[in-house]
């Protein structure tokens, strides 16, 4: 089983296209640190919220290392610097994250990534969504997720659409 550490703006993104449910099917569990939880709470009355405390395939867990998080908030925020250190504290498989310095940050840890595009374009391989381009399109719409016409570009050439 993998071990899954997500930060919060992947959870958002997804569950404000309703695609929330592409996490279970493709992993079968997924870990997010308490800061994660904290920032997930405070998107009560915004698009796509949910109350994720009730997802039984994802579950809440502490860094422990509280000087790794202080110093990884030096320029990270909360939820970001929490699941990094968790991912490192539990070995973790992959770290669920989208902002480029959480992922910079990540990788000189030696923690592989994924971000929401990752799994849309794994969801698609496994059968799990018919089209990657109008979900990508929604997700900048309804959620202000930001990605380049480049990239959408070669994301669309890798799924074949």
């Known amino acids: 089983m993998l071990t899954i550490i997500s930060d919060t703006s992947p959870l958002i993104t997804l569950a404000a296209v309703e695609q929330l449910d592409l996490l279970p ?15 997930l709470a405070q998107g009560q009355g915004k698009p796509g919220f949910r109350d994720f ?6 579950n809440l867990r502490q860094a422990h290392n509280q000087a790794l998080v202080q110093q990884l ?8 610097a929490e699941a ?5 504290e539990l070995k973790a498989d992959y770290l669920l994250i989208d902002e480029l310095l959480g992922r910079k940050t990540a990788r000189r840890y030696g923690i592989q990534v994924i971000g929401v595009i ?11 969504l018919p089209l990657v381009k109008p979900l990508i399109e929604e997700m900048v719409r309804v959620s202000g997720f930001r990605i380049s016409p480049h990239l959408v570009a ?8």
């Not at 997010?32 to 920032?39: D, F, G, L, M, R």
């Not at 990752?118 to 799990?128: N, P, Q």
């Not at 070669?154 to 659409?161: A, I, K, P, Y």
């Open 73 to 80: 908030r030096q320029s990270l925020d909360p939820g970001e």
């Open 25 to 39: 099917q493709l992993y079968q569990e997924l870990i997010i640190p308490e800061a994660v939880a904290n920032e």
């Open 118 to 128: 990752g799994v849309i374009i794994l969801a698609k391989r496994h059968g799990l």
């Open 154 to 161: 070669q994301v669309l050439r890798s799924v074949g659409e």
């Open 53 to 58: 405390r009730h997802f039984a395939w994802l």
């Open 84 to 88: 990094i250190a968790l991912a490192l």
